[in-house]
């Protein structure tokens, strides 16, 4: 008698094959996330290091007609 592996399920392999890919995708998402939240903090400190005061960005609410 061999000692053979048994079959590995292809459904099985699917669904790790999925939730591996969700998670690449996630963390690639959140690098690149913290990549523009950190450019963001980098030009505000730059504006700030010249002495500039209207260093950050003011949001206005649009005006109702």
Excluded: H, K, Y
């Excluded at 998402?29 to 950190?38: D, H, K, N, R």
Aim: glycine share 8%.
């Amino acid at each position: 008698m061999s000692d053979s592996e048994p079959p590995q399920d292809d459904g099985n392999r699917t669904t790790e094959n999925v939730v591996l890919l969700g998670f690449f995708v996630l963390l690639v998402g959140a690098g690149i996330w913290l990549l523009s939240s950190m450019a963001e903090v980098r030009r505000v400190q730059d504006c700030t290091a010249q002495g500039r005061r209207n260093c950050a960005t003011i949001e206005l609410p649009d005006r109702a007609r």
